[in-house]
């Protein structure tokens, strides 16, 4: 039953279904045969933000945080420096860098450290949408429109 919701990503024949109730499904065979993962995952959760690849890994935002999974199989629960989960509300992907925004700002991941990079201060309103194109972040709010900001990608 997926009328309560579904969040979904696919690469190539790799899918991921995440259901409302919190269940994170995965099919390796382009939606033929389907494995529920749920308890694979690092931390625990009530339901899913988003699901997005970025180049062959897989990012799974929760209401509880963020994982990424580089095989499908080894799960990853991602931190800042000081070894939090910032509550991301979404992620957007520029060439082969990650980024998320969340109330406290917008983050910047650190590949080889597999942590998040805090880049700017909060985002004082509900965030509904995240883009990002050669340094320029927009971020639709529910009750603001769009906000965009101009930053260095590399560091804060």
Do not use: C
């Amino acid at each position: 039953d997926t009328s309560t919701g579904l969040t979904l990503a696919s690469l190539q024949n790799v899918v991921y279904a995440g259901k409302r109730d919190g269940s994170l499904y995965q099919s390796l065979d382009s939606g033929e045969n389907w494995k529920e993962i749920t308890t694979d995952l690092p931390f625990s959760y009530a339901y899913f933000e988003e699901i997005i690849f970025a180049g062959t890994t897989v990012y799974v935002v929760t209401d509880q945080g963020v994982m990424n999974s580089h095989d499908g199989i080894n799960w990853n629960a991602l931190t800042d420096t000081e070894g939090s989960r910032p509550l991301i509300a979404r992620i957007a992907v520029d060439g082969d860098t990650v980024y998320g925004v969340s109330n406290q700002g917008v983050y910047r991941m650190d590949t080889e450290t597999g942590t998040w990079i805090q880049m700017s201060a909060e985002v004082p309103y509900k965030i509904t949408a995240f883009a990002v194109d050669r340094g320029i972040f927009y971020i639709g709010t529910r009750h603001r429109g769009v906000l965009r900001l101009h930053l260095n990608r590399s560091n804060n």
